[in-house]
């Protein structure tokens, strides 16, 4: 009970001490709204990259033909070398032979068309089509890697792969996410200063306060707390808008874009659950941020 008093008292303290620094606190929430802004848009820009690069991992195959007329030995001992390279995800590891190339072949085609009928002409040893394997990959970064991997194997005639997508796209994912990585770690930075500032200003308004309490006893816990109370409750303030925002905003730009991110071939990550998730990110992010600025200048300033 005596517990629950001191904490209720630690928040009131903690309140109090806001309005009492008003203009810095507003300062400091200000400054955290900025930041979390743009920590929102960071985390939405790389989930939607993220989810973005997982899809072209499912769709970015590599396929590899085998000569036509390797034995069924041959085949799976091909198989077998496949297991082996480690980028290659085994259990989506895919094989069509001959026939089944074929048969998927003329269900797309025409009936009537002259294809169709050359292709029902064939046998299963006049059929010219090399059975091929369907090859996922776990990264799609060492798909270049993985391709002369697969190359390299006996029987192995051709291997085919949007190498051109890879270079060219994930690359510049990449510097754009970083860049916004830095950005953001700046902007968080600037927000801790602040917030050691409006501690700062507490602590010297207190400072007779604090010393009656060190002469009698009180713990350095007990004397840390309100402020690291105040701290959090600046982090929260300052992630209510950018909460708001983002739950709006990101809501509002998937309905206009039609759940695509400058391009239909990008495919923006549906907002619920995904803007709940960040919301929390944005909550705690703001209240680490907060208590981090607060403990960090009532260790330095009041050195207890």
Known sequence: ???????????????????????????????????????????????NINNFTSELEKTLTIIAYVDKNSTEEEINSVK???????????????????????????????KNSALYAVMNSWTEKTNPLEPEFVITVKDVNKLSETAKSIESIENITNVKYSESVVKKMIPVFDVVEKITLVIMGGLLFVTILLICNTIKLT????????????????????????????????????????????????????????????????????????????????????AVVGMIGSYTTVRKYLKI
């Open 1 to 47: 009970m005596k517990a629950i008093r001191i904490f209720r008292r630690n928040i009131a303290s903690a309140f109090k001490s806001i309005f009492r620094n008003f203009s810095l606190s507003v300062a400091s929430i200000t400054c955290t709204i900025i930041t979390l802004i743009i920590v929102a848009i960071a985390v939405i820009f790389s989930a």
């Open 203 to 286: 602590i010297f308004a207190r400072r007779n306060e604090i010393e009656i309490m060190r002469l009698v006893g009180i713990s350095n816990f007990v004397i840390k707390l309100p402020f690291v109370i105040e701290g959090l409750f600046l982090g929260i303030f300052g992630a209510v808008i950018p909460i708001i925002a983002s739950i709006w905003g990101y809501t509002l730009m998937y309905d206009e874009l039609e759940g695509y991110l400058f391009t239909n071939f990008i495919k923006m990550i549906e907002p619920f659950p995904f803007t709940i998730y960040l919301s929390g990110i944005l909550l705690i992010v703001g």
């Open 80 to 110: 077998s070398r496949l297991l082996e390279i480690r980028n290659i995800k085994s259990d989506e590891l895919l094989y069509k032979s001959k026939e089944t190339i074929k048969e998927e072949t003329m269900k797309k085609t025409d």
